[in-house]
Nanobody
Framework: QVQLVESGGGLVQAGGSLRLSCAAS????????MGWFRQAPGKEREFVAA???????????YYADSVKGRFTISRDNAKNTVYLQMNSLKPEDTAVYYC??????????????????????WGQGTQVTVSS
C-alpha cells in the first residue's frame, strides 16, 4: 500500500505564498498520477490539482478553475515527492490540503481527477490558513 505524508502547511497572509509537499512511499511512485484536494470547514472535499505519471510525452497537469494561474503542481520522481506551489493566496484557500494517488490509467474519462472515487490512496492532510 502506498503511504502519503503531506507537509508545508501553515498560516500566511493574503497574497502570500506557500509550498506543500507530499512524500510517497513505494517503488511504484513513478507509475502513479498524483493529486491535491482540499477541504474547508463544513464543506466537501474538492479537487485542486493533478499531475500524471511521466511518460515519453511528459506529464500533464490539471487544475481547478479557482486556482488556475496561482497554483502549480509538480513532481520529483527521484524524491518520490509531489509539490503544490501556492501563490497569491486568498482567504478562501483556507482548508486542509490532502495529497492523493492513483495508478496511472490508460484512459481518463471526463472529470476523472475531480472525482474522489478515482483516488486510491490519501494522506492525512496539512492545514493551510490564509488570513485577510
Amino acid at each position: 500500500q502506498v503511504q502519503l505524508v503531506e507537509s508545508g502547511g501553515g498560516l500566511v497572509q493574503a497574497g502570500g505564498s506557500l509550498r506543500l509537499s507530499c512524500a510517497a512511499s513505494g517503488r511504484t511512485f513513478n507509475n502513479y498520477d498524483m493529486g491535491w484536494f482540499r477541504q474547508a470547514p463544513g464543506k466537501e472535499r474538492e479537487f485542486v490539482a493533478a499531475i500524471t505519471a511521466i511518460a515519453w510525452s511528459g506529464s500533464s497537469t490539471y487544475y481547478a478553475d479557482s486556482v488556475k494561474g496561482r497554483f502549480t503542481i509538480s513532481r520529483d520522481n527521484a524524491k518520490n515527492t509531489v509539490y503544490l506551489q501556492m501563490n497569491s493566496l486568498k482567504p478562501e484557500d483556507t482548508a486542509v490540503y490532502y495529497c492523493a494517488a492513483v495508478r496511472s490509467p490508460l484512459n481518463r474519462r471526463v472529470n476523472y481527477y475531480t472525482d474522489l472515487a478515482t483516488w486510491d490512496y490519501w494522506g492525512q492532510g496539512t492545514q493551510v490558513t490564509v488570513s485577510s
